[in-house]
């Protein structure tokens, strides 16, 4: 029997030297699911476009079927038979399901038969949709449903799927999994991209492991260990996380009923956000992207605004401070976005430490820029949190994800904040600097400032904090201590269980 | 057709023929942003289009191909714009006024030996009885070609962005266009396409004031009209039906500032003139002020530059 | 096949070299246009590029027009900059005239030396007020500015006509719709036996101001990231607000007073004949200048060497004066396009896969 897909010597290389693939070969048989693992930039996403047609290699061929397949666009991908789900979507908010799912076939029907035959593959998979919906409204959940029926309808031989459980809570990834399943055992391959080694373990038939763009090893995941999985992936023994203890002190940031309006049509509005996070504390916010996260980083960085009293700082209200304000009384932030809200792409890095450093650090005299205070504060953060960059004058945009994302967090930590706020402190960071930064965290915990950390990634929260809340919807559910909690608790939470709770005292924790 | 007093058929029939050619420049842009792209070179298009209409118009006796004429050089125009936007990846608002400035100019020196000439004149349509129904006949049924045109056109470009494929593609380019790369659409030819089908119409609108409106060539003669047409996109909230509704309201409001005047009204006529103008500010502030709706419709890839990766 | 790499470290040679290459980009162009014109082109040329350079009273003409043109571009450029889009300096520069030259003509008759200065305040106030109505509907109203604005040209234009047909107009003026002739207290003070007037100081010393001010001052610093990443502007606690009123405010007392210098220099009284395009030739000025003060500078002058040699080549060649707008335009046009090559690097790529 042929492979379904045989890929053979592929390699890409990107201006500026990256090597995103050197030499990559393996095959996908028929029905299979096969997993590609991998940690972020370890050339997982740019050989699923290559396979995709999205992106053309330098060298090697595939063949699809035992024929020779180079597919020119995504066009030529999805007449074979090749069909992908994104990471991050390829939808339009502002047309409806069956807009959507139209404009990704290439043999489109009319409306009314186009709506029948949504309807009917989404009951057959279970996967509930009304096609006359504006995607804008759908859930994360629902939208990635829209992705899978849109690739279903086109009888595909592949599926691709990029990281698909990123965005689902817990409770959301079983039916999944089932119609994965389902659509394998009916002889449907599926090429099934994560970093998540239990959900390898659990899903996939046979897994291929790429590190720095080259295939290192080869496997069957469920003869595996979750941890023999990560080295084969990182390629270094695991250093376990320190055990850290909690000895919460006052409280440095308390949020009091905190009602905020969604500021765009597709936003999350905030409602009845109540905590208290102290001294000596890790306070980690689970839950799926696009439950307020953004929302409610911005109303405590002082990006937004609202009534005085709703938010404290130490004893002060501070809910109608800006940023600058706040950063006075001590809080200081780090946004998820690098490029664009933490740091500007096009500006050095010296002048990217002036945008937050210039308050608590006194960057400036009677609003004259001080140069050599900006100069010598960025080498600080540079040496102190081992930036790669050939110096302070480098634009952010020129540094890599890691590099850049040390440099944020370590701006931010050199100003001994009081409070720190930080959105995905290691989204799209390569092991070794997330694992930096993680305790580098905990240390600002240790010397008794208070952390708030939130994150999508429920292991690296469990990881790091000593309580836990969950955002669902825009409401924020009690705050536990993290050990006791489980991941099925607090999977119920993220789909919005906690909604119907008692309002515990914010001090419950203790 | 000024009388002294106002009469409303008269008015109605003047509003018609005032807001054509903001309702051809409307139309295009509108079709322009749902692609994503802002294009702020109407006012410069419009005008390349009145000179080019007249000239061709004048030279060949036939208003009909100084229309043609004009609907290329309009097109023409907007490819420049097309191409620094597109794959040279300047500014959309630099190059949008750069187009403007240069239209206004080349306009003014290719009009020279065309100041002062009188246009060939536009036949109007007559249609056997409707034409002489007493009021009805002089408020529907007695307009050039040009009007209904205008008007076809507007119907068209609702149905073509709502119910055909390819209005689905290029609602969907302007929506998102990293999204719809990924499906394999060429944002990049789309867009072009798009905004030469906008320099077209700018193009026509601009000459119906030189061959139709005025008719005669003046320099700087559409005196901000393409402003006011990317002014109608905006309240119109990216919906063809909005903008014939938009077109004539403005249409409306230069003919019945014109009437004023004509009738007498102790307001000197500068103030007046402002009317238009000061109408749109208006207008814009109305429509902007609600930011949730407003936002809502917009397309919302407009004006970010598109550049595909790998 | 060539394709486009963002560049990592901008090249300061190419940021200087680009406006220099989109000028004589144009020129090459400039030849043809001249050339279509049935006039000799490199005659026109040379009429154009250099013979003003070479006679002192076109030189002293090229600082006169510059003046306004610089003034206006370096508020401009602050608002450009920060993507806050004021394209109705023609119109600040009116209103700045206005309030200015009204003041002059109150004054009529019982100048003294404290006139000019309060004339000269009275146009920046003039022209800073106009900026800041879309500033105004900007932020309350979310209305576009650059809509705003420019339709605000055409009411200032109206509003100057019906101002020295009314009110302003010269008594003794056999109803020309103009003003009195200002006293000479209220003329600007000139540099020896030329027209050239003390406002070409003040440009100077502005553009050292804006210089110190956006390179080396919180301001400055603030303007630069709003535009570079307005997200990130708004985490460092710059209030978008300020800055749309701080830009507009800016670009329209600059643009006034280079209106109330025009009157109160060259022209001397308010007539219908002032807005000649100045607030529209400045984003050109803006832009060749690559939004820099110092830069602005330079642009200024060239684009007032065109102004001059334009006014040379349409007396002795008969060009016609809408050439030198469309000289200017494809100016514009050339720089838009060669600023690519600022971003980004122009490579050759392989060809694709085998």
Redesign the interface.
């Known amino acids: 029997m042929t492979a379904l897909l045989e890929v053979r010597g592929i390699s890409k290389s990107y201006p500026g030297g990256v090597q995103a693939n050197a030499d990559v070969s393996f095959t996908v048989e028929p029905g299979e699911i096969h997993a590609l693992l991998g940690e972020n930039g370890a050339g997982k996403s740019t050989l699923v476009k290559i396979i995709y047609g999205l992106v053309h290699p330098d060298a090697g061929e595939m063949r699809l079927a035992g024929a020779p397949y180079h597919p020119q666009g995504p066009v030529d991908a999805r007449r074979a038979g090749v069909t992908m789900v994104f990471q991050h979507f390829s939808l339009f908010e502002a047309l409806t399901v069956a807009e959507n799912i139209s404009l990704g076939m290439e043999k489109p029907l009319r409306t009314s038969e186009l709506a029948s035959r949504i309807r009917k593959v989404s009951e057959d998979y279970g996967l509930a949709l009304d096609p006359f919906r504006l995607v804008g409204d759908l859930s994360v959940g629902e939208r990635q449903r829209v992705e899978i029926v849109r690739c279903l309808l086109q009888d595909p031989r592949l599926l691709i799927m990029d990281e698909p459980t990123s965005v689902l809570t817990p409770g959301e990834v079983a039916p999944l999994f089932a119609t994965l399943r389902r659509l394998a055992a009916e002889g449907c391959a599926i090429l099934y991209i994560s970093h998540k080694l239990d959900e390898i373990r659990a899903l996939c038939d046979r897994a291929t492991v790429l590190r720095a763009g080259r295939v290192v090893a080869s496997c069957t995941p469920r003869a595996e260990t979750a941890r023999s999985l990560a080295e084969m992936m990182i390629g270094e023994r695991l250093v376990e996380p320190p055990d850290h203890r909690f000895e919460p002190g006052e409280s440095r940031l308390s949020v009091r009923n905190l009602d905020l309006p969604a500021d765009h049509p597709h936003g999350t509005t905030l409602s009845n956000i109540t905590f208290d996070l102290r001294a000596g504390e890790v306070l980690g916010i689970a839950g799926i992207a696009g439950n307020g996260q953004e929302e409610l980083f911005a109303v405590l960085s002082g990006e937004r605004r609202t009534a005085p009293d709703t938010i404290l700082i130490g004893r002060r209200p501070a809910g109608r401070l800006g940023p600058n304000a706040r950063r006075r009384l001590g809080l200081l932030a780090a946004p998820e976005e690098r490029l664009g809200h933490a740091a500007a792409p096009d500006l050095t890095l010296a002048e990217n430490a002036f945008l937050a450093g210039r308050v608590r650090r006194g960057l400036d005299r009677h609003g004259f820029l001080r140069f050599g205070r900006i100069e010598a504060f960025a080498r600080d953060i540079i040496r102190a949190f081992d930036v790669r960059t050939p110096g302070t004058d480098a634009k952010a945009r020129a540094l890599s994800g890691g590099n850049l994302q040390k440099f944020i967090i370590g701006r931010e930590m050199l100003q001994e904040p009081s409070v720190l706020v930080v959105n995905q402190p290691t989204w799209g960071v390569d092991a070794r600097a997330a694992a930096a930064i993680r305790r580098a965290l905990r240390e600002l915990a240790g010397r008794g400032a208070a952390v708030l950390v939130i994150s999508q990634d429920l292991d690296e929260l469990v990881e790091i904090s000593d309580t836990l809340a969950v955002l669902a919807g825009g409401r924020l559910s009690p705050q536990r201590p993290a050990q006791a909690l489980g991941a099925e608790e607090i999977g119920r939470m993220m789909g919005g269980g906690f909604a119907s709770d008692r309002r515990e005292p914010a001090d419950a924790a203790s | 057709m000024m009388e002294l007093g106002i009469n409303p058929v008269a008015l109605f029939a003047g509003l018609v023929v005032a807001a054509t050619p903001l309702l051809f420049a409307a139309i295009g842009e509108l079709v322009v942003e749902k692609s994503g792209v802002l294009n702020l070179g109407v006012e410069g298009m419009m005008i390349m289009g009145a000179v080019t209409g007249f000239a061709v118009g004048v030279s060949t006796g036939d208003p009909g191909w100084g229309f043609v004429a004009a609907a290329g050089a309009g097109a023409a125009l907007a490819l420049v714009f097309g191409i620094l936007t597109q794959f040279l990846l300047s500014n959309q608002v630099a190059t949008g006024l750069a187009l403007t400035l240069f239209g206004l100019g080349l306009a003014a020196l290719i009009g020279q030996p065309y100041t002062g000439i009188r246009s060939p004149q536009m036949p109007s349509v007559f249609i056997p009885w409707l034409s002489d129904l007493p009021v009805l006949g002089r408020m529907f049924f007695r307009y050039d070609p040009v009007v209904y045109f205008g008007l076809f056109l507007a119907l068209a470009v609702w149905f073509f962005l709502g119910r055909t494929r390819a209005g689905l593609i290029l609602r969907a380019v302007g929506e998102n266009h990293d999204a719809a790369h990924s499906l394999g659409y060429g944002v990049v030819r789309i867009r072009l396409a798009a905004i030469a089908f906008g320099g077209a119409c700018a193009g026509v609108g601009g000459a119906y004031l030189s061959l139709a409106r005025v008719p005669q060539w003046t320099e700087g003669m559409t005196a901000g009209a393409g402003w006011i047409a990317l002014a109608i996109v905006v309240f119109s909230a990216w919906r063809p039906g909005r903008v014939v509704l938009g077109a004539w309201l403005f249409g409306g409001v230069t003919i019945l500032q014109l009437n004023l005047q004509a009738s007498g009204v102790a307001v000197p006529a500068y103030y007046l003139s402002m009317l238009p103008y000061l109408v749109t500010i208006l207008v814009l502030v109305i429509i902007s002020a609600d930011r949730r709706r407003a936002s809502l419709n917009a397309p919302a890839s407009l004006g970010r530059p598109f550049h595909a990766t790998g | 096949m060539l394709r486009?790499?963002?560049r990592?470290?901008p090249s300061a040679l190419v940021e200087l070299a680009t406006p220099a290459i989109a000028v004589l980009a144009t020129i090459l162009a400039g030849l043809v246009l001249f050339a279509a014109?049935g006039k000799d082109p490199v005659e026109a040329v040379r009429i154009i590029f250099l013979d003003p350079l070479f006679d002192p009273y076109s030189r002293s003409e090229i600082l006169i027009k510059s003046c306004p043109l610089i003034l206006i571009a370096l508020g401009l450029s602050f608002g450009?900059r920060a993507g806050i889009?004021n394209?109705g300096a023609e119109g600040q520069y009116v209103m700045g005239a206005l309030a200015g030259g009204t003041v002059a003509l109150a004054f009529h008759g019982a100048g003294g030396p404290w006139l000019l200065p309060l004339m000269a305040l009275a146009g920046a106030i003039g022209g800073c007020a106009y900026a800041l109505i879309p500033a105004f509907?900007k932020v309350r109203?979310?209305?576009?500015e650059?809509?705003?604005s420019?339709?605000?040209v055409?009411?200032a234009g109206?509003?100057l006509?019906?101002m020295v047909?009314?009110p302003l107009r010269n008594p003794q003026g056999f109803a020309f719709p103009e003003s009195r002739i200002f006293d000479e207290a209220a003329r600007l003070p000139t540099f020896g036996d030329t027209r050239v007037h003390i406002g070409i100081a003040v440009a100077l010393l502005a553009v050292f101001v804006a210089h110190v001010v956006l390179h080396?001052?919180?301001?400055g610093?603030a303007v630069?990231?709003s535009g570079?990443?307005p997200?990130?502007?708004?985490?460092?606690?710059i209030?978008r607000n300020r800055m749309i009123y701080a830009c507009l405010g800016l670009s329209g007392a600059l643009a006034g007073l280079a209106g109330l210098f025009e009157v109160a220099g060259p022209i001397g009284q308010l007539q219908t004949s002032l807005p000649v395009g100045y607030g529209?030739t400045a984003?050109?000025v803006a832009?060749l200048g690559r939004l820099s003060p110092i830069g602005i500078l330079f642009a200024g002058l060239v684009m007032g060497l065109t102004y001059i040699g334009g006014e040379t080549a349409q007396f002795l060649l008969r060009l016609?004066?809408?050439?030198?707008?469309?000289?200017?335009?494809?100016l514009?046009?050339f720089l838009?396009?060669f600023?690519?090559l600022t971003?980004?690097r122009i490579?050759r790529t392989?060809s694709?896969?085998?």
């Not at chain 3, 109203?141 to 576009?144: G, I, Q, R, T, V």
């Not at chain 3, 997200?231 to 606690?237: L, V």
Request: hydrophobic content about 65%; charged content about 10%; cysteine-free.
């Open positions: 486009l790499e963002p990592i470290r014109l450009f889009w394209i509907l109203f979310n209305a576009n650059i809509l705003v420019l339709m605000l055409y009411v109206l509003f006509v019906a047909s009314g080396r001052h919180v301001f610093y630069r990231l570079a990443a997200r990130a502007a708004a985490f460092a606690g209030d529209f984003i050109i832009f016609p004066a809408a050439a030198i707008s469309v000289f200017q335009g494809m514009l046009f838009l396009a600023d690519l971003r980004y490579t392989r694709g896969p085998a």
